[in-house]
């Protein structure tokens, strides 16, 4: 079975700062792995994912993420925050050709002027 | 851009009583998912359906549980005999196929059983 740890429930962070938003995972077989977010009052928004290849990942909007095998990680990143950056954010693993996704807890981004 | 949509967005009701849930897949997806998220826990899959059957459940999908696509536009679940623990925000998702692909998430309903 696959398990996903996300150990920061809120990061505070002020504009322009970096942020690191920590995602670990377990699981015995190879798997997918995705960042999603959320907006208030709006659904799952898939932010970036890792199937293969380029361990670096990044999204449209300035978030990157990477996949490290050995240390079992999928940390996401943004050099400089916006205060639209404030969202929850999801780190989610799948079996690698099944459906079902596995999420973490979140992590409240809180991005502060 | 298509997108998922659920109705009602908050839905009341007393222990014991049937819900139906409801959502609209973007269209031309084939496969189609439940989660649920109780505050301030995970996101917890509950099922997937794909070709008018399930294809894949988890342990919280019990016989109270049942999914529906009762006309080829709609994806619903109903849950038969609500409890407390039910209590839950429920949020549906559709892919275009299996595995890599990404799943569109709906904005959530929120049960509340009292």
């Known amino acids: 079975a696959q398990s996903v740890t996300q150990l920061d429930s809120q990061v505070p962070v002020f504009e322009e700062a970096p942020v690191e938003l920590r995602c670990n995972y377990s699981s015995s077989v190879s798997v997918y792995l995705f960042w999603y977010v959320q907006y208030p009052n709006q659904g799952l928004q898939l932010l970036l994912k890792?199937?293969?290849?380029?361990?670096l990942v990044e999204s449209i909007n300035g978030f990157e993420a990477e996949f490290n095998k050995s240390q079992t990680s999928f940390h996401l990143r943004k050099p400089s925050v916006h205060i639209s950056d404030t969202a929850e954010y999801f780190c989610a693993v799948s079996r690698t050709g099944f459906q079902k996704l596995v999420f973490g807890t979140g992590t409240r981004l809180l991005v502060s002027p | 851009e298509p997108e998922v949509t659920q109705t009602p967005s908050h839905q009341v009701t007393q222990m014991g009583q049937e819900v139906i849930l409801r959502c609209v897949p973007i269209s031309n997806h084939l496969y189609f998912y439940w989660y649920r998220q109780i505050l301030g826990q995970k996101v917890e899959f509950l099922v997937s359906f794909y070709n008018n059957e399930i294809s894949e459940k988890s342990e919280i999908f019990d016989d109270q549980f049942s999914v529906e696509r009762p006309d080829g536009s709609n994806f619903t679940l109903k849950i038969r005999s609500t409890k407390l623990e039910d209590s839950a925000m429920y949020f549906c998702a559709s892919s275009e196929a299996r595995g890599a692909y990404e799943q569109y998430f709906g904005p959530g309903t929120r049960l509340t059983v009292t």
């Open positions: 890792y199937l293969s290849g380029s361990t």
